[in-house]
């Protein structure tokens, strides 16, 4: 850390004594104020450029700001011909070394639920936030249309990489040239139900992939001796069968190929902590939804049923095991533990829940219920949708990160629901007009 400090000092030096220079030989340069203002930006930017290119990875975006500020100064003093341009350089470089450079985030899985609401809280934080995406032959980018902006936009703080948890040069190659701040592993193949259909690939995706995250990490750290503090996306599948309440000292009994890639992956995590003191965390989060939640997941499935029943275009709704508990938090809430437990001063686990658990069928009458419809009339049960292995009853206790980090959930079982509701049934409302106009066929969802 210290030796980083003394190069940046170095690096910032040759930079910022160019900028005076031609501060001073411009000030006595012909032209309006404005072009000459124009003028120095465009060399400004070249020194950025020049320092902030490969091979200087030493804190370039801390250089970049203190060149811009230096610049703007500069600009300042060839309005007003200040007698000596380097004092005021030297005191923009004290007040901009004090100021927090911005920090970068890169998530796997940006493009999921979480990785959405993740990704729109870290830039109200100030973050720029990278985020690895597949390759797909359709886009896939669909939860992050709204915060989008162009890359070629210099405001754009959000950038996404093609790469993939399957893929660990990718990996590598993202976390060393990004160099973030913090990592969060959200990437997976996050279905219970697919996971005993794609086994091989679900392990691979889940825990191998948290393994070669943890990886890319640790030789970026070991090779750079920056600070890079890791989340890994823990689940309340890994209790599986063992009886509610679940906590952080609850054995794990996984049910699923998921939940077993799971457990694996968390103790991926605490053993890279233990072995090369990696500040990495799990947070073991039960159930949460939203208006984003992937539309095969039961409480999509069901609130996307009732919208669309309820507008006339769709008659049933296939599930399978009614009786199974879950504890439904809200996404936007639960992204924001995540965040929190990489603030802390040590790396640490915690469960995240809203400690309310709720069976699939009172989802069912709190959903089909809010629009005035029951859902007896609707619900056909399909046993292809049983597991081999059921988790019947899971609620959290979160007692552990309630008291250390003062987080609790703010939305509940049925201000969850209604949310998910009322977008549903607006999407199919939406729906309805283009089926009605002959553009969709009812069935199709756009
Ligand atoms: N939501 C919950 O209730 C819950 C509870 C506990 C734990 N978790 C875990 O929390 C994380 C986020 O959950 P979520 O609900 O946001 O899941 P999600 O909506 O299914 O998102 C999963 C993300 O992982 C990406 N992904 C899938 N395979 C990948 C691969 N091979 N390489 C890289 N990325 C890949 C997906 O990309 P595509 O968009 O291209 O498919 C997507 O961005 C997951 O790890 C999940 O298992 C979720
Ligand atoms: C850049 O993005 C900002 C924020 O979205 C927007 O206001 C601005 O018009 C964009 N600039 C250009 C040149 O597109």
Not at 259 to 278: C, D, F, I, M, Q
Request: net charge neutral; with cysteine.
């Amino acid at each position: 850390m210290e030796r980083a400090w003394v190069f940046s000092v170095w690096n910032l030096f040759w930079p910022i004594m160019m900028m005076v220079l031609s501060c001073e030989k411009r000030r006595n340069s012909a032209g309006s104020p404005d072009t000459r203002s124009q003028s120095f930006l465009v060399i400004a930017s070249e020194v950025a450029c020049a320092t902030t290119g490969p091979g200087s990875e030493l804190m370039p975006r801390f250089c970049g700001s203190i060149i811009s500020a230096t610049a703007r100064r500069c600009i300042f003093l060839n309005h007003h011909r200040a007698p000596t341009a380097l004092p005021v350089a030297l005191a923009t470089l004290s007040t901009m070394a004090e100021t927090e450079p911005m920090k970068k985030a890169l998530i796997s899985g940006i493009t999921g639920q979480d990785g959405s609401y993740l990704t729109e809280f870290l830039l109200s934080k100030g973050y720029e936030v990278h985020g690895i995406i597949r390759r797909s032959s359709n886009f896939n980018t669909q939860r992050l249309e709204h915060i989008y902006i162009d890359p070629h936009n210099s405001s754009a703080r959000m950038k996404l990489h093609y790469g993939d948890l399957t893929d660990a040069s990718a990996l590598r190659k993202w976390v060393d040239s990004i160099c973030p701040d913090e990592v969060y592993n959200l990437g997976a193949q996050s279905h219970v139900g697919v996971s005993f259909e794609n086994p091989d690939y679900t392990a691979d995706v889940v825990a191998t992939g948290a393994l070669r995250l943890l990886e890319a990490v640790r030789t970026h750290i070991e090779t750079t001796g920056r600070k890079v503090r890791y989340y890994q996306a823990g689940s309340s599948e890994m209790y599986g069968a063992t009886p509610p309440p679940q906590d952080e000292n609850t054995v794990f009994h996984p049910r699923s190929p998921y939940a077993v890639s799971k457990v694996a992956a968390h103790w991926y995590t605490v053993n890279y902590r233990e072995a090369y003191g990696l500040f990495a965390c799990n947070g073991i989060l039960f159930n949460h939804e939203s208006p984003r939640r992937g539309e095969n997941f039961v409480t999509r499935k069901i609130t996307r049923a009732v919208g669309r029943i309820k507008i006339g275009l769709q008659k049933k709704l296939f599930l399978g095991n009614l009786k199974a508990s879950r504890d439904w938090g809200f996404a936007g809430d639960y992204v924001e533990a995540m965040w929190l437990m990489l603030q802390q001063d040590k790396p640490d686990d915690y469960v995240v829940a809203t400690e309310d658990s709720h069976t699939v069928e009172e989802f069912l009458e709190e959903a089909f219920g809010y629009v005035g419809l029951n859902w007896q009339d609707y619900v056909e049960i399909d046993p292809r949708y049983f597991r081999p292995s059921e988790v019947d009853n899971l609620r959290g206790s979160s007692a552990k990160i309630r008291e250390l980090l003062g987080w609790k959930p703010k939305v509940d079982f049925k201000q969850l629901v209604a949310m998910m509701v009322e977008s549903d049934l607006e999407r199919a409302k939406r729906e309805k007009v283009l089926a009605d106009n002959g553009y969709i066929a009812s069935h199709q969802q756009p």
